[in-house]
């Protein structure tokens, strides 16, 4: 009676403890094949759909176009923006008035030396009140460099201010590019040219499915050690032939089902050619080899 228990103990598990366990190797006989990522790609801004350019059933890649908000206003804005930025930094680049203060500044300098060399010669030829005139000249072209320099540089802060506005109006450009956030398959469009959309709204649905999830049932005995990022075999049966496909161990939970004694794990499979699909049965080997790391 104790072997027959132990026996339904195993079957219920869906792990088998065969010769295989000899060299550490997990059977999982019993896999549910899942999507691994889905995304509901949303509009970002509130808007008329201009184009979908794509349809259900089509393959995008990552960053892939897949449908344009309406940016007429938005592409007005980006000229306005490019124009003062012109503007703004033919000024920021332009520093006329400083070289033209120096300038002066040197003129009135050169009169005032002048004036006191001719008093030094001749007493009285220059009166106090032209030399503080001249003076005040001097002083007055000396001022005048600080105020170039300091025109010149709010220039400069002018120039920066409208290379944001242009990145404003370039963010909102893009904001009305919608593009395909993984690469995958259009599963669903909800939405088609013409209408309005909001911000958050969906638009369409992408699956991924060059990587799959393989989630079945283990013994926690079967897991008390870390198998996290171990090497996997999911079998499946494909058009009556039987086909193996390599991943990898990325998930364990860390609940334990009180009736059972089961936890669930799941890897996720290398499915580059797209032979798989989602909701596919199978089993899975969890090799007992040293754990690899798990890919980000």
Partial sequence: MRRRTLSVVLLLTGVSCAPALASDDVQVNSVLVKLS????????????????????????AQSAPVAQIEDADAQLEKRRAQIELAGASKQADSDVKVRYAKKSL?????????????QKRLAQSVSES?????????QKSSLEIEQAKLELELARSERDLKENDLQVAEHDINQRRVTAPLAGFVAQVNRHAGEWVQPGQAILRILRLDRLRAEGLVSSQAVATNIKGRKVTLT???DGRTVAFPGEVVFISPEIDPVNGQVRIWAEIDNSDLQLRPGLHGSMTISGATPMPVRP
């Fill in 106 to 118: 040197e003129v009135a300098e050169a009169e005032l030396r002048r004036a006191l060399d001719s």
């Fill in 130 to 138: 032209e030399l503080d005139r001249l003076r005040l000249l001097a």
């Fill in 37 to 60: 990522e889905q995304v509901e790609v949303p509009a970002r801004v509130a808007g008329v759909l201009a184009k979908i350019s794509v349809r259900e059933g089509d393959m995008v």
């Fill in 236 to 238: 499946v049966e494909l």
